[in-house]
């Protein structure tokens, strides 16, 4: 049996993941991409909306299981260098903890040569990080109520967590 997080490709020491509780940053971010070879940096910030399906938000609540949350980061890096061997820098920060309307949630970033090859690997990063990593949302409602959204890993496992 293959361990699927253990990548025949392993990202590189440039890269960055964190999990954190202070507010990102999209210059720190970008910095953190850049590379004197790259011909692009594409930069995906995903940030606290005012609504939902037409419903006031007035805030929304992440939690992460920290460590396979990093586990799945480093995995998402290793696969876009599969995919896309020309990648310079990856870099994925979540935030965790209560966000306001307008905070940023979550910021990746893809250093690259080429514009187009930076686009599809933060999209595929974004995506999957939706999809794989154990970060779970929290949605605060205008009207005071409130409600878990399930999100990523458990999605995959059909649990609503």
């Known amino acids: 049996m293959t361990n699927t997080l253990t990548p025949p490709i392993k990202p590189k020491a440039v890269d960055s993941f964190a999990i954190t509780l202070v507010p990102l940053s999209i210059a720190e971010i970008y910095a953190k991409a850049d590379d004197a070879a790259n011909g692009a940096v594409v930069l995906m910030s995903g940030m606290v909306r005012n609504q939902t399906d037409g419903k006031p938000v007035v805030a929304l609540e992440y939690q992460a299981y920290e460590p396979m949350a990093l586990r799945i980061f480093w995995q998402i890096a290793a696969d876009i260098r ?12 979540h935030r965790i903890g209560r966000l ?3 905070e940023i949630s979550v910021l990746v970033a893809v250093g690259c040569p080429h514009r187009s090859e930076a686009f599809e690997a933060c999209r595929y990063a974004i995506d999957t990080l ?7 949302k929290k949605e605060h409602w205008g009207d005071g109520s409130s409600s878990w959204v399930s999100i990523g890993a458990c999605e995959q496992l059909g649990e609503n967590c």
């Open 100 to 102: 306001r309307v307008g």
């Open 130 to 136: 939706k999809h794989n990593a154990p970060i779970w």
């Open 82 to 93: 599969s995919l896309w061997p020309d990648i310079n820098r990856v870099v994925i920060h």
